[in-house]
């Protein structure tokens, strides 16, 4: 039985017109993550989409487990610090923070919010971070030998699970298996789960937010020999991780206003971009149905305009 029962939900999955995907005539929709609001409180949007999916199932385990500290890594914009954080104030765990790099004053938005929350943070050099795997290094702070540890970013085996059933919640929503399913990607949990729930005739296409193809080795180690096709488009990462464009930030202005979508500029202002991009380019076949996953992120906006104005 679950610890968790009230924020069992299921977010939308919005049918989307837009003049790209007209002229490609292919049918678009939107699986609106970014609405998988746990619960409708002051933790939005620090905690919804695909962080909820990839926490709810650890969170589980950490009860199961009779762990009341959860100790995690991230850099100083971590959506998942910020998720974590959201989940320990929610449910009463204790949180760690363990933030690459040195700390400032004041706090950004990101790690404000985590303070608020109750984690406590505490700062490691980018250099020691690289050095140590995550028990050795959750071992040399506070409480580290006995706290539940989450990984960088929230990928493990619980988290693969949960978002599994992101993959089974569209192809109920909609009735079928779409033909394409997209997805953005850091760590690439949320893309091995997409993966791992998908059935034929579903492809799935990732969209990596950071620079370099060493994301396919970090899905590969979590799929089986057989799946899904899934391809790696790593044609859209504006330079790569928080890095952008004055082109991406109008894409992203111009599809707010004609459909009411907030995006991020990190992950999911890079996955539109780069899906609607490919069906100008004949990438998706006319007719086919095409899925694209709003994993949430919202969170960092505060941030992101706060370092760049």
Known sequence: MSYFPRLNQVSPLQPLRHPSADAAGVNLWIKRDDQLLLPKDAVFPAFCGNKWRKLRYNLEEAREKQKNHLLTFGGAYSNHIAAVAAAGSLFKFRTTGIIRGEAHEPLNPTLAFAKKSGMRL????????????????????????????????????????????????????????????????????????????????TQVHVYPALKGDFLRQEIQRWLPESTVPWHLVTDYHFGGYAKWSENLLEHMDRFRRSTGILLDPIYTGKLVFGVLADMERGYFPRGSSVVMVHTGGLQGLAGFRERFS
């Open 122 to 201: 505490e700062y490691i050099s980018r250099s020691a971070f690289r050095q140590k795997d995550p028990v050795a290094l959750a071992q040399s702070f506070p409480d580290g030998d006995t706290a539940y540890i989450l990984p960088d970013g929230g990928t493990n085996a619980a988290a693969i699970r949960g978002c599994r059933e992101l993959s089974e919640e569209i192809h109920d929503q909609l009735g079928f298996a779409p033909d394409h399913l997209c997805v953005s990607a850091g760590t690439g949990g949320t893309a091995a789960g997409l993966i791992l729930g998908s059935e034929p005739p």
